[in-house]
């Protein structure tokens, strides 16, 4: 993809390739995908990206989903209607649809389905209503019910393309016609062409990405155009292009051409580049270009699959006039007049002065092992020779260096005073014009040495760091995590020494603080095995890495370094390999140089998509009821699964079309986990034996810490019947049901005890009643009889004179008849027949009327229902209603001065019997009343039995008394 570089720029660096004026051959960079990767057929023909950015590619082997690592592919025995596949479009319910020669299909969630059959399909697409249009047969049609229904926009119509712009809108082109737009479900001309356009056979219509009214088409036979404000003018034709098949305008609003020559890049100033086998692409005829979201530009031809452009920010460098130069390179560097040295580990030394490439001292350095090349402080070439020691050239010729002869230089530093430090297998030396000096005390070999300060030189193996100090080892210096790294070299950026390692990344050390830092993948680089780093003029260091070459920036907030988001091609660097060239950085690789553009624009990233492809649920108990539950075409939605389904993994997939191999996700599941957890590479995630409740799993994926959006779902898992809410109420319920049952039943035969208890009790209580009452009424009665027999007698033998005598034997006698109408009353009361409220109150009754009898009160008393022979009472409310009652009729008799004396006895609302005693008295004050013994009495007797007595009188109003709350034993 061509990116942040100027349109004048891309011409700069690219048509001189195409006029083949540069002496050095540039490959541009595209990544193949074709058979060996999983690609089901060579010859693509199609290319859409659906919403969750994988592409889908149409071939003659079938259909395809590719994520940019891996292909899924569906074929005729999978249930497609053909292997011809010719176009592919997406609905709104993200279902893909897949035109073939035979008919279509649609493909949901891995299923194929059949939509039509026996039809040639080459183009479908969806318009902003939902609706879905295609071309058969060089007519339109619109599908109704999947079935094929014609449109005729003009008589005889020949419709040779169908698009859309980035708003929606459908458009066809009618050859010897024009264009037409679908407007509120009619189709409008829009641009009517002149009959010398018009009569072509246009296959593709392209809308500018600023959705202004301008756009290009290209005809099969006679190049590309561009209309705009109803003007149509020639963009490119090329007498040697037989064929023109498709057009795409990538993020520079360059326009792409698929022609059968290759693929030609032309931008708004008509500056025109041509890809081809010539210079990286590996095929010619293309069939298919296509700029996906990201910004990629994509290739499709006729034999060898799919390419990807990867930009020119990398171009490598291979042939020169026709050369092969694809070598291993071991080392790089610029002299004091500009020229370019290379070293190669197989084919010798090679110098290129800005014009011609040439191979000093061929002779005598053919076929040698060259170690590396640099230069010493006044930037002569120095060259390392395997088994020849170190060579400085002197401008003409290389002679060699004192005191190298038959060694295997490894490394070589030079200096203050001209001297130099090299370094051989196990061993350093300090090398003068006239003496050697070892330096020994370390272990490992010898890989690199970094001139740090005066006296000080840090020595790097492959076992870590040394600091050599006035040419002996320092044993106090350390460098935390350097302990037992292979340093492959050393280099200075502001006050950090970056030590680049294999397995260990890039380790900093800040000479200020002492504080050390690690730069790994996991932060970005391509890979943990770093070989060499320079600094452009923008202060940008350049990482050549095991797999690939990545830009790191200093960021002054956090005092470390972030890496430049950015495509880089998979190349192997070597060793120290690296060397800043014409505002170029050039990279030594395993097969070539790679030319690093320094001056290339930052553009935008675009993050990854990422969607929920499934989730499988295990079931503990049962494994039939193993499920999985699609997810990726899901809305928002809760999953409802058994307490027995509680183990799930759940399936993501992150897709980045740029950086496919650099994607990694974080993902955290509410419920069990506190935050998203560390990046991982994995796009699975496993729980198992989860509890009850409610879960959120959520997911996003990231490249070079770039993120997307987060996809979320939700499952519950219902608890089992014995742990729900309900269940437990319903225990809680029926234990407390049950506890008050049981409790009832422990009251109830308690009650029934005491009940038995006190009916023997009462039994016994009335036995001794009823014999007490036997016995008073016989020992009394008898002793009554006998004094009033006594008396009659005593009072015959007294005479009439004896008046005094005769007195007093009459109240003796009266006495002993009141004494034994007092004793009735307690003999009633004792006996246990009375202990009922209906011969309570028959005695109440009999008692008033034989109270009344003989005076001028009328007294008045219904007979007491039967219905009360049932209502027991007890001794105690017996013998206490009957007092209270004598003594309120009594004081009737006494005081009121009554005409009338009416009892009631009626039920109140409370089912409790409530007596009422009214006469129509002279009646009292109760405020000035001076309380005697008698009400005084009555209260406190009603107090004993637990009932209320209520009074309502006044001075020749009469007097009402009531006594309320009387209830039987059983109430």
């Not at 999983?38 to 859409?48: E, K, R």
């Not at 603080?513 to 320079?534: E, F, H, M, P, Q």
């Not at 740029?658 to 069990?672: A, D, E, F, M």
């Amino acid at each position: 993809m061509l990116n942040r570089l100027s349109f004048f720029s891309v011409w700069l660096f690219l048509i001189v390739a195409v006029s083949q004026q540069l002496i050095w051959a540039q490959n541009y960079n595209f990544t193949n995908y074709n058979l060996k990767e999983g690609l089901p057929q060579s010859q693509v023909s199609v290319i859409f990206q659906a919403k969750d950015c994988t592409l889908w590619l149409g071939s003659f082997g079938g259909v395809s989903n590719f994520d940019g690592i891996n292909f899924k592919s569906y074929s005729k025995a999978d249930g497609l209607l053909s292997n011809n596949v010719s176009c592919i479009t997406e609905d709104r319910q993200n279902r893909i649809w897949v035109g073939t020669d035979n008919g279509i299909n649609v493909i949901q969630n891995d299923k194929i389905y059949k939509i039509l059959e026996g039809v040639d399909v080459y183009s479908l697409i969806q318009d902003s209503e939902g609706n879905i249009w295609g071309l058969s047969n060089r007519r339109l049609f619109r599908l109704q019910n999947n079935k094929i229904r014609f449109v005729d926009i003009v008589e005889g119509e020949i419709v040779t393309c169908l698009n859309k712009d980035s708003k929606g809108n459908l458009y066809v082109f009618i050859r010897r016609v024009g264009v037409f737009r679908l407007t509120k479900n009619k189709w409008q001309s829009y641009a009517i062409f002149p009959a010398g356009v018009a009569n072509n056979y246009v296959n593709k219509l392209l809308f500018d990405d600023k959705g202004n009214d301008k756009f290009y088409f290209s005809t099969l036979k006679n190049g590309v155009f561009t209309s705009e404000n109803g003007k149509i003018d020639l963009l490119f034709h090329h007498k040697s292009v037989d064929g023109y098949f498709d057009l795409a305008q990538d993020v520079d609003r360059n326009i792409w051409i698929a022609t059968q020559k290759g693929v030609f890049l032309v931008n708004s100033k008509g500056s025109v580049v041509l890809f081809n086998e010539k210079n990286g692409l590996k095929t010619n005829r293309i069939n298919v270009v296509f700029k996906d979201v990201e910004g990629n530009i994509w290739l499709s031809s006729f034999a060898d699959g799919i390419f990807r452009y990867d930009g020119d920010a990398f171009i490598k460098y291979d042939t020169f006039k026709g050369r092969d130069l694809s070598y291993s390179i071991s080392g790089m560097a610029v002299d004091k007049d500009g020229k370019l040295w290379v070293s190669t580990f197989s084919e010798g030394l090679y110098r290129f002065d800005g014009e011609n490439l040439s191979q000093p001292e061929a002779r005598k350095l053919k076929d040698k092992f060259l170690y590396f090349v640099t230069t010493d402080s006044n930037r002569n070439i120095i060259l390392s020779v395997q088994n020849n020691g170190l060579w400085k050239y002197n401008g003409s010729t290389f002679s060699q260096m004192p005191f190298t002869q038959g060694a295997n230089i490894s490394a070589v530093i030079q200096d203050e005073q001209d001297n130099f430090y090299v370094g051989e297998v196990s061993t350093v030396a300090y090398l003068t014009k006239n003496k050697v000096e070892k330096i020994s005390g370390f272990k490992g070999w010898v890989s690199c040495l970094y001139y740090y300060k005066k006296d000080s030189v840090i020595l790097g193996t492959s076992s870590g760091v040394y600091l050599i100090k006035n040419k002996k080892i320092d044993v106090q210096f350390k460098v935390d995590g350097l302990e037992n790294a292979y340093i492959v070299g050393i280099t200075k950026h502001r006050q950090l020494l970056l030590f680049f390692t294999l397995g260990d990344g890039i380790i900093s050390f800040d000479t200020h603080t002492g504080k050390t830092k690690r730069y790994l993948r996991i932060n970005g680089l391509s890979s943990n095995d770093v070989y060499s780093i320079a600094i452009d003029k923008n202060d940008i260091l350049w990482v050549g890495t095991g797999r690939g070459i990545n830009k790191l920036k200093f960021d002054t907030a956090s005092q470390g370094y972030k890496v430049i988001k950015g495509n880089s091609p998979v190349v192997e660097s070597n060793q120290n390999a690296i060397v800043n060239y014409q505002s170029s950085v050039l990279v030594g690789t395993t097969t070539g140089i790679l030319l690093c553009n320094t001056n290339l624009l930052k553009r935008e990233v675009v993050p990854p998509s990422i969607s929920l492809k499934g989730m499988n649920v295990f079931d503990k108990v049962e494994k039939d009821r193993d499920t999985l539950v699609a997810l990726s075409k899901e809305k928002s939605r809760t999953i409802i699964l058994k307490h027995t389904q509680n183990h799930i993994s759940i399936r993501y997939k992150g897709v980045s079309l740029s950086n496919p191999q650099n994607v990694v996700y974080r993902y955290c599941l509410l419920g069990v986990d506190a935050d998203f957890g560390k990046p991982v590479a994995s796009t699975e995630a496993e729980y198992s034996a989860l509890s009850p409740g409610t879960y959120t799993f959520k997911v996003y994926a990231e490249v070079n810490e770039v993120r997307s959006s987060i996809k979320e779902i939700t499952f519950v898992i219902k608890p089992p019947f014995y742990a729900t809410s309900w269940f437990k109420a319903i225990t809680f319920v029926t234990l407390v049901l049950a506890s008050w049952l049981l409790f009832s039943v422990i009251l109830k035969r308690k009650e029934r005890i005491r009940r038995q208890r006190e009916k023997i009790k009462l039994e016994e209580q009335a036995k001794i009643r009823k014999q007490t009452a036997e016995d008073f009424h016989d020992d009394i009665g008898n002793k009554l009889t006998r004094i009033n027999v006594l008396s009659e007698i005593l009072d015959k033998k007294i005479n009439e004179q004896q008046t005094e005598q005769k007195e007093l034997i009459r109240m003796i006698k009266q006495n002993a008849g009141f004494l034994y109408t007092g004793t009735k009353d307690v003999l009633w009361a004792l006996d246990p027949k009375s202990d009922n409220l209906y011969e309570i109150m028959q005695h109440i009754r009999n008692f008033g009327t034989d109270l009344f009898q003989k005076t001028d009160v009328f007294f008045q008393m219904e007979e007491p229902a039967d219905k009360y022979r049932k209502w027991h009472m007890s001794m105690e409310q017996n013998r206490n209603l009957t007092l209270i009652f004598k003594e309120v009729l009594t004081n009737i008799l006494k005081h009121a001065k009554a005409s009338s004396v009416r009892v009631d006895v009626f039920e109140d609302e409370a089912k409790t019997i409530k007596i009422q005693v009214e006469d129509d008295g002279i009646g009292f004050n109760l405020d000035n009343i001076k309380h005697g013994q008698g009400l005084k009495n009555i209260k406190n007797r009603c107090e004993r039995i637990n009932l209320v007595i209520d009074v309502h009188t006044g001075l020749q109003q009469g007097t009402n008394v009531s006594i309320s709350g009387i209830k039987p034993l059983d109430k």
